[in-house]
């Protein structure tokens, strides 16, 4: 049974930092991309950021480069997202999917996605 379980989203205050962890099941974690997305109230799912684990190759949206930093640990099968600098317009659902298509992970039609973890940015 394939598992993604993100961790980490938190309430922090403007300027503070945040680790999120997405850990996989399931698959075989080498061989799948890997992407954080969020969503916030009244808005639609957009992409944060991406790790090809077989090239390690990362993307990231013009919204959070220089802040974000994606990582991946295949030895534990867990994906990190180092989130700096915070800002309230960071406030999201964040979550994580995997599939073995790079494109289909920014073009968020992963075929696997995670429940979410709230992160909070206050001002």
């Known amino acids: 049974e394939v598992q993604l379980v993100e961790s980490g989203g938190d309430l922090v205050q403007a300027g503070g930092s945040l680790r999120l962890s997405c850990a996989a099941s399931?698959?075989?974690?080498?061989?799948?991309?890997i992407g954080w997305f969020r969503q916030a109230p009244g808005k639609e799912r957009e992409g944060v950021s991406c790790?090809?684990?077989?090239?390690?190759?990362?993307y990231y949206a013009d919204s959070v480069q220089g802040r974000f930093t994606i990582s991946s640990d295949n030895a534990k099968n867990t994906v990190y997202l180092q989130m700096n600098s915070l800002k309230p317009e960071d406030t999201a659902v964040y979550y994580c999917?995997?599939?073995?298509?790079?494109?289909?992970?920014?073009?968020?039609?992963?075929?696997?996605w995670g429940q979410g973890t709230q992160v909070t940015v206050s001002s």
């Open positions: 399931g698959f075989t974690f080498e061989d799948y991309a």
């Open positions: 790790i090809d684990n077989a090239d390690d190759s990362t």
């Open positions: 999917a995997a599939d073995p298509s790079v494109v289909e992970v920014t073009g968020l039609s992963a075929q696997y």
